[in-house]
């Protein structure tokens, strides 16, 4: 049967994965990256922590390594991240808790992060994550009015105004690249929909204020131990209505396993429910009309970030630890 990659052509959607740019040295590992998907996007490599692990000294091997593996198999390049409050790197954290770097300060490294980095790649990305997890879920104490997580590293030292301002500064230094908001359960997965009404009614005020917003990336990391979000497609029509591309952008679906090595499901069904999982989450971004990516975290159980993330959970990809098509692939083929 055909790959991912090549059914999904035909009906003009790319089909991606995050990829480890060293896990790109085993042939196995290579060959099914540049096989079965269309688009790539670095799981760590264009992060803060990793492009700049000492002040002033760049590395952008990763990142480079990966962009021109997608080069060489006409891929596309999804980059990510700019503006995030993980993976930051250690001089400028701790900078700014010892109150060696001020607020103004940390304001013009941040400018000069995104401005460096979006130009180091320009033109070589097809769609940035600028912005990620902003937003308050129902368990953070503090969200502001309009959903913004209060407790959020950047919105307390520079404000929520932060975030329109990363997104002018991205578009500044290229303006052909499609600029994403991202982050997790904004597309029918929260229960009450409120973190997904609240990013609604922010790009939508975003939207008319002229901030340069192209997109929205729903994560999409599920759980088989909860109900398949089946407002997904709703929520993404309604970003799309905006006048937004959408896109699914981490897709993984874990499920409690005997262990965290060879990540057998305890459940003999799950691999039916995620291959459902999985498929659902497809065929709402089939359903909308600019829906123009589905990506999925990693493709194979090894390299899954979940096992260290979430205790006991695992399996969470679309190949097994071997490398072997599982039938969540095969349910991703047969939608195409
Ligand atoms: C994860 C990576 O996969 C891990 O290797 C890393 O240790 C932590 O971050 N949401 C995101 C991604 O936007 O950047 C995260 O990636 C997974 C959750």
């Not at 980059?79 to 001089?91: I, S």
């Amino acid at each position: 049967a055909d790959s991912l990659r090549a059914l999904a052509a035909k009906i003009g959607l790319r089909v991606g994965t995050a990829i480890i740019p060293y896990d790109l040295d085993h042939p196995d590992y290579a060959a099914i990256a540049a096989s079965q998907f269309s688009v790539v996007t670095p799981g760590n490599e264009m992060k803060w922590q990793v492009v700049e692990p000492t002040q002033g000294t760049y590395d952008w091997s990763g990142g480079d390594r990966l962009v021109q593996f997608a080069q060489e198999h006409g891929q596309l390049v999804r980059g990510h991240t700019l503006v995030w409050h993980n993976q930051l790197p250690d001089w400028l954290v701790q900078g700014v808790n010892n109150g060696t770097i001020s607020n103004a300060q940390l304001r013009d490294l941040l400018h000069k992060h995104i401005v460096d980095e979006v130009t180091h790649f320009k033109g070589k990305i097809w769609q940035w994550d600028v912005a990620n997890e902003f937003f308050a879920n129902s368990w953070d104490p503090h969200p502001l009015p309009d959903g913004i997580n209060g407790d959020d590293f950047w919105v307390q030292h520079l404000g929520e105004g932060i975030i329109a301002d990363a997104f002018r500064w991205a578009h500044q230094a290229d303006p052909h690249a499609l600029l994403f908001y991202n982050d997790y359960n904004i597309a029918g997965e929260d229960g009450t929909n409120a973190k997904a009404d609240a990013v609604y009614n922010w790009v939508k005020k975003m939207l008319a204020e002229g901030v340069p917003i192209n997109g929205i990336g729903d994560q999409g990391h599920l759980d088989t131990q909860y109900g398949f979000p089946t407002k997904m497609q709703e929520d993404l029509q309604r970003y799309a209505d905006l006048g937004l591309k959408v896109a699914i952008t981490e897709a993984d679906v874990r499920t409690f396993v005997t262990d965290a090595t060879t990540q057998q499901p305890t459940d003999p069904l799950a691999p039916y429910a995620q291959a459902n999982y999985y498929d659902g989450m497809l065929k709402a971004c089939l359903a909308v009309k600019n829906c123009i990516s589905y990506t999925v975290w990693g493709f194979g159980d090894a390299d899954s970030w979940i096992p260290g993330f979430f205790s006991g959970e695992g399996y969470a990809n679309l190949y097994d630890v071997n490398l072997q098509p599982k039938p969540a692939y095969t349910a991703l083929q047969q939608t195409l």
